[in-house]
């Protein structure tokens, strides 16, 4: 019986491992596409006949920057799965600091009148809290590293 068992956790441990490989791939392909699609909104933006100017206006600098920071999620994600993938351990730093960029996005991205007050500090808290998360992840590393 117990080899049947350590044969079954093998072949999950094996076919978890094949997923992981697949979501790695997959990940990577939507960010090379989202980076391909960025240099076409760029050029599309830049190049527009429409407009006299060669400068992009305000909408479409946030617009561009929110794209910047979807693509740099892309990335962090990539690593999250690829350091899975290598260790079979998720690293909760990687994933804090894909949170982190996450919620700078929103942040950056935000139009204050379309939002209660509310809504904006209950944003801080998580700022807060991310952050503090992160520091404090950031110096057990330090001090399990310099035992």
Same mark, same amino acid.
């Given at each position: 019986?117990?080899?049947?068992?350590?044969?079954?956790?093998?072949?999950?441990?094996?076919?978890?491992?094949?997923?992981?490989? !697949? =979501? @790695?791939?997959?990940?990577? /392909?939507? +960010?090379?596409?989202?980076?391909?699609? $960025?240099?076409?909104?760029? %050029?599309?933006?830049?190049?527009?006949?429409?407009?006299?100017?060669?400068?992009?206006?305000?909408?479409?600098?946030?617009?561009?920057?929110?794209?910047?920071?979807?693509?740099?999620?892309?990335?962090?994600?990539?690593?999250?799965?690829?350091?899975?993938?290598?260790?079979?351990?998720?690293?909760?730093? !990687? =994933? @804090?600091?894909?949170?982190? /960029?996450? +919620?700078?996005?929103?942040?950056?991205? $935000?139009?204050?009148?379309? %939002?209660?007050?509310?809504?904006?500090?209950?944003?801080?808290?998580?700022?807060?809290?991310?952050?503090?998360?992160?520091?404090?992840?950031?110096?057990?590393?330090?001090?399990?590293?310099?035992?």
């Amino acid at each position: 019986m117990g080899k049947n068992i350590d044969k079954a956790v093998s072949s999950i441990h094996a076919v978890k491992k094949w997923m992981s490989f !697949v =979501v @790695l791939i997959l990940m990577t /392909i939507i +960010v090379a596409i989202a980076i391909v699609e $960025l240099g076409i909104i760029l %050029y599309l933006d830049l190049f527009d006949p429409t407009d006299d100017v060669l400068f992009l206006e305000i909408d479409e600098l946030f617009k561009i920057f929110g794209f910047f920071f979807i693509i740099l999620i892309g990335f962090e994600l990539v690593e999250t799965v690829e350091m899975y993938f290598k260790d079979n351990v998720i690293h909760a730093e !990687v =994933v @804090l600091l894909v949170a982190v /960029i996450a +919620v700078s996005r929103k942040v950056i991205l $935000l139009d204050l009148e379309k %939002y209660d007050p509310l809504s904006i500090i209950g944003l801080g808290f998580i700022i807060i809290a991310l952050g503090g998360c992160y520091w404090f992840i950031k110096h057990s590393y330090r001090s399990a590293n310099t035992r």
